[in-house]
């Protein structure tokens, strides 16, 4: 299971934060996963997500990711 | 979770991660973080300014997690045209909602390109069509 999803930048700045808890089995659906090729039951429970920004005048934000 | 153990968690991360050099292994035993289990992995790649962090268990595959984010990334960046910092700080919920198309509470979706993309366009077209719809209104 995936616990955290996290961005960071060059400074310790969070971009992205998704945290996922399972909180409660009831709204369970059965999933068939394509990544693995099993069937497995996803959690469906409210996620707890949180996104902030600290801003910052960094200019190699502007830098591509892939280039 | 709340704010402040979120803050906690990311500076814990990032002490993890700043550390590192990009020639050493991407996958570390992240057991010493306080919010999550023993049995949580870090797996992170670095891209220009930023860090994409997964934090797993014992049941992912790292391999797996590892081409996720890449995934992930060029999701991103076919969204964004050449995407950088400042569109995921200025496009949060595009960037939730791409995450939303790979990882539900904690599952891998779905892991292929063409099918995320064709999820954020038909997204878009609805998006379009509702603005136009309340323009006419």
């Not at chain 1, 998704?18 to 409660?24: A, G």
């Not at chain 1, 429970?45 to 996104?51: C, G, H, K, Q, V």
């Not at chain 2, 289990?37 to 049941?59: C, E, M, P, Q, S």
């Not at chain 2, 603005?131 to 209104?137: E, L």
Request: charged content about 20%.
């Amino acid at each position: 299971m995936i616990k955290g999803i996290f961005i960071v930048n060059n400074t310790g700045k969070a971009r992205l934060i998704k945290v996922y808890e399972r909180r409660e089995f009831c709204n369970s659906v059965l999933h068939q996963s394509f990544a693995e090729g099993y069937q497995s039951i996803v959690d469906t429970s409210p996620l707890t997500a949180l996104l902030f920004f600290v801003t910052s005048t960094n200019s190699n934000q502007y830098l591509s990711l892939l280039s | 979770m709340t704010e402040d153990q979120q803050q906690s968690l990311i500076r814990e991360i990032f002490s993890l991660l700043a550390k590192r050099s990009d020639s050493v292994c991407n996958f570390l035993e992240g057991g010493s973080l306080t919010a999550f289990g023993k049995d949580t992995k870090l797996i992170y790649r670095h891209f220009a300014t930023l860090y994409f962090v997964f934090a797993v268990d014992n049941a992912e595959s790292e391999l797996g997690i590892l081409d996720l984010i890449q995934v992930f990334v060029e999701v991103l960046d076919k969204c964004f045209e050449n995407v950088c910092e400042l569109d995921i700080i200025f496009n949060s919920d595009k960037c939730h909602y791409i995450l939303d198309e790979i990882v539900m509470g904690g599952m891998v979706l779905e892991t292929g390109v063409g099918e995320i993309m064709e999820s954020i366009i038909d997204m878009n077209k609805l998006e379009q069509t509702s603005a136009k719809a309340n323009i006419k209104a």
